[in-house]
């Protein structure tokens, strides 16, 4: 057993490469089929992850990526992955069905009543620098969690004083796959600060996104928290804001996990990643995070603000560190 795979998959892939085949940490290499057939190279680009089943070829002028079956397709003229992949293993590790893509079921989001919840508005208003920002342009925004926690028939997930105490002081967010409520307390000096509410499992962790303006970049910014990301993409203190492809935070997961995440549902390679850090996060932490993971990122530059904790207090003056 290699990651996800019989042992059968290695043998299948020697047979037809040959001594060309490497096993990393988190990849089998292989030459790419196809730009690097029958070429004899000293390193080749085509990298399957141990993890899930995707492939990605970061040859400069090749790129190709995609889900297993189109690379046995490639190889074989017919699609023989599923006699290679352990169901059982792959259930473990992700619950991941890699035949398809994850399907966002319906998820119903109450109306956003200002008038009902003042106090809420208020605080939005006030994470916001009282700017001309509306809680209409917060995406997947829940105010009345009651409602919320009823229309999606999610009542029994959370206790009775439960429900009470973040329908009165949390405002909550919804994941960019419907699998979670992030929650958020609005009053300070709680005991409870967040609150996450799972809906149902996804394959890899789910992220909140906010569309970028490069929609054909593979640039992505992120961060841990809701309002990192939000004070970047609204006031640009990064100079990212044309050049990002999304915004997406972690929710607390790592961000191994979140790039993972971001391949595999948004189909981005080589990323260009931009942290905003926390203040407490070193500089190691993110060389090991690009050095584990160079399949995967391209380039990484990360901010500190050097004034506060994060990017979501205020005042902001980003300060930026080449990786």
């Given amino acids: ?78 699609d023989l992955s599923e006699q290679f992949v352990d169901k059982e293993k792959l259930k473990q590790v992700k619950k991941l ?46 105010y009345d969690v009651l409602a919320f926690l009823s229309q999606n028939h999610v009542t029994d997930k959370v206790s009775p004083n439960m429900k009470q105490y973040l329908h009165r002081n949390f405002i909550g967010f919804l994941t960019e796959h419907k699998s979670m409520v992030f929650f958020r307390n609005i009053v300070n000096g709680q005991t409870i600060y967040h609150y996450k509410l799972k809906l149902f499992d996804i394959p890899f962790v789910d992220y909140y996104k906010i569309p970028g303006l490069a929609p054909m970049s ?41 790039l993972k995440s971001l391949v595999f549902h948004e189909q981005l390679f080589r990323l260009d990643v931009v942290i905003l850090s926390d203040s407490d996060v070193s500089l190691d932490y993110y060389k090991k995070l690009k050095k584990y993971n160079r399949h995967i990122i391209n380039s990484l530059i990360v901010f500190y603000n050097k004034v506060g904790k994060d990017f979501g207090s205020s005042p902001v003056i980003a300060t930026k560190f080449v990786i």
């Fill in 218 to 258: 593979n640039t992505v910014v992120l961060s841990e928290g809701v309002f990192d990301i939000y004070s970047d993409y609204f006031f640009d203190y990064t100079g990212y804001k044309s050049r990002a492809n999304l915004y997406a935070c972690a929710l607390s997961s790592k961000y191994e996990s979140l």
């Fill in 97 to 142: 069905d890699f035949r398809s893509s994850t399907k966002c079921p319906e998820v119903y989001l109450p109306p956003i009543s200002t008038q009902t919840f003042p106090y809420k508005e208020m605080w939005l208003k006030q994470r916001f620098k009282f700017t001309n920002i509306t809680s209409s342009e917060v995406k997947s925004l829940v």
């Fill in 1 to 78: 057993m290699i990651g996800i795979y019989e042992d059968s998959f290695l043998n299948y892939l020697k047979e037809r490469f040959g001594n060309k085949i490497k096993v990393r940490t988190k990849n089998i290499v292989i030459p790419c089929p196809w730009c690097e057939y029958n070429k004899d190279k000293k390193h080749y680009h085509l990298y399957i992850s141990l993890e899930a089943p995707i492939f990605h070829c970061f040859h400069a002028d090749c790129e190709q990526s995609g889900m297993l079956p189109k690379l046995i397709k490639k190889i074989e003229g017919r």
